[in-house]
């Protein structure tokens, strides 16, 4: 075991509570854990030391929600879409013929190529979700390639009803043998419930199933129009719903007063042409809200957690603070991995050693500076990667 001291960190966002911001920091890291945080003075020596020469540091960007496993190219439907056409659930069936067609190495070099791509950016904790297979051996076979590369897999087989399959049939399979195929593989399991995917109805059997497997629950909801998915997600305890555009006063209420995280995809808003997501509104009401990515060829084709958080800041009227927290602490308690020993999105001893260098004196230049490529370094479970 090495241990690693990373000094000269001029301005250091913690996330937690006690530790708060420190300015002229430093960081050790013991292998894949944190050891130490505090004043670059009263660091004691490791086997190896970093200067970052006064740039600021924060924990990794989580993001709790991807759809990383597919193949083709939507432009067109983007393309289409910038002409005035809406966005619909339509376009995944898509992305699904695609991906049934494509070879599993080629579908293992996308997600590669789109965790690198991301891990680049800061992020150092990622979940992505199956979803573009939705048969019984193309779910198995995304769910498998899903957890050769993601900290985190969700089973969405209820993503839409496939063409040429009726909706009774598909949800027995998609309760049946596809989640036994995927069980031993994910740890989560999501439904789309959307006007074109699937009602509160469908959507519940497909949870309650999930639920009575141990498996932990999240919800695409009220993306397109109000509707059941925040509803649904609360009662039922889910871990995160997903979206939340479109929300009631009650939906806002509910929230407030639950565990359901409000994960919010603002970068999948602007691609679909949607207003975006009331997070001042779920902020000051007293809801945990998430921002990710919603990296995926349809609706949100970016990895880029730097642009969700400048967006919540210059367009959804959040801090930057409030933002970079939904950012890193707020995706891992949508991914309840914020916890205990090796918790993401906080530094301090004991959390997983995820930590983001900016070429910039402070955090705000993420939301002062967008656009601008600000990663200068990443350590992701102990070990440099960019
Ligand atoms: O989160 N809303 C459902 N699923 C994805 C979109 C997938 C697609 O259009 O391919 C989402 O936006």
Redesign the pocket.
């Known amino acids: 075991m090495t241990t690693t001291l990373i000094t000269g960190i001029g301005e250091l966002t913690t996330n937690d509570d006690e530790l708060g911001r420190l300015s002229d920091a430093a960081v050790v890291i013991d292998d894949s854990r944190i050891a130490w945080v505090g004043p670059a003075g009263h660091a004691e020596p490791a086997d190896a030391r970093v200067d970052v020469g006064g740039r600021a540091a924060l924990p990794g960007w989580v993001d709790s929600?991807t759809?990383l496993v597919?193949a083709g190219d939507?432009t067109a439907?983007f393309e289409a879409r910038m002409a005035g056409q809406p966005?619909s659930?339509g376009?995944?069936a898509?992305?699904v013929e695609a991906t049934r067609a494509a070879s599993d190495d080629e579908l293992a070099a996308t997600v590669r190529r789109l965790v690198r791509e991301a891990v680049s950016q800061g992020t150092t904790y990622l979940e992505t979700k199956t979803?573009?297979g939705l048969t019984v051996a193309d779910e198995a076979r995304s769910a498998r390639i899903a957890a050769e590369h993601a900290d985190e897999v969700t089973f969405?087989g209820a993503?839409?009803v496939p063409p040429d399959t009726g909706a009774d049939d598909y949800l027995a399979t998609v309760t049946g043998p596809m989640l036994d195929a995927v069980a031993p593989l994910v740890r989560w399991v999501d439904v789309?419930c959307?006007s074109g995917?699937f009602d509160a109805a469908q959507s519940e059997r497909v949870l309650r199933a999930a639920a009575e497997r141990g498996l932990g629950l999240r919800v695409?909801g009220n993306?397109?129009a109000e509707g059941p998915g925040v509803e649904l997600a609360v009662r039922l305890g889910a871990a995160s719903v997903?979206?939340c555009t479109y929300l009631s006063d009650a939906d806002v209420d509910a929230l407030a007063g639950s565990d359901t995280v409000a994960t919010l995809?603002p970068a999948?808003d602007l691609s679909?042409r949607q207003p975006l997501a009331p997070a001042r509104r779920l902020l000051d009401a007293g809801a945990v809200i998430a921002l990710a990515s919603?990296a995926?060829?349809?609706?949100?084709y970016t990895t880029s957690m730097a642009f969700c958080v400048a967006t919540a800041v210059l367009q959804q009227r959040l801090s930057v603070d409030e933002a970079v927290w939904a950012a890193t602490r707020g995706g891992a308690k949508a991914l309840r991995a914020d916890t205990g020993d090796g918790a993401v999105g906080v530094l301090r001893p004991g959390a997983r050693a995820d930590l983001h260098v900016l070429d910039a004196p402070s955090v705000t230049h993420l939301a002062y500076r967008p656009g601008v490529p600000l990663t200068a370094a990443v350590w992701r479970n102990g070990v440099r990667d960019f």
């Open positions: 929600h759809h597919f939507r439907e966005y659930a376009g995944i898509r992305t979803g573009y969405l993503h839409i789309f959307e995917a695409h993306q397109l997903d979206h995809l999948c679909t919603n995926n060829p349809g609706s949100s």
